[in-house]
């Protein structure tokens, strides 16, 4: 098993920034993607960012240009720095694991955060 804990999220102005962290821990090393996600109310969970062990990343369209994912494979931890925030971006954000033998690379999580609450407001 892999817990996930995620922290950073909080209140911010649109145009904003904010950085997420999630920290791994467990069987790390049966895990190789980490992620973030996001559900807003009424909404579906989507995809914000994933990045593999390799640093290969995977981005939304909505937030190109805006977010960027980073990893430090030391310290197991991913993080997602967030600029040009809009109220669009408000959302509770899921830190996701993926398990290092899925194919394709990137793809549905197999662990979840419990998640952490983003609100862009003025």
């Known amino acids: 098993q892999v817990q996930l804990v995620e922290s950073g999220g909080g209140l911010v102005q649109p145009g904003g920034s904010l950085r997420l962290s999630c920290a791994a821990s467990?069987?790390?090393?049966?895990?190789?993607?980490m992620g973030w996600y996001r559900q807003a109310p009424g909404k579906e969970r989507e995809l914000v960012a994933a990045?593999?062990?390799?640093?290969?990343?995977n981005y939304a369209d909505s937030v190109k240009g805006r977010f960027t994912i980073s990893r430090d494979n030391a310290k197991i931890t991913v993080y997602l720095q967030m600029n040009s925030l809009k109220s669009d971006d408000t959302a509770v954000y899921y830190c996701?694991?993926?398990?290092?033998?899925?194919?394709?690379?990137?793809?549905?999580?197999?662990?979840w955060g419990k998640g952490t609450l983003v609100t862009v407001s003025s």
């Open positions: 467990g069987n790390i090393f049966s895990i190789n993607v």
């Open positions: 996701g694991a993926r398990g290092k033998d899925r194919s394709p690379l990137f793809g549905d999580m197999d662990y």
């Open positions: 990045i593999s062990r390799r640093s290969s990343a």
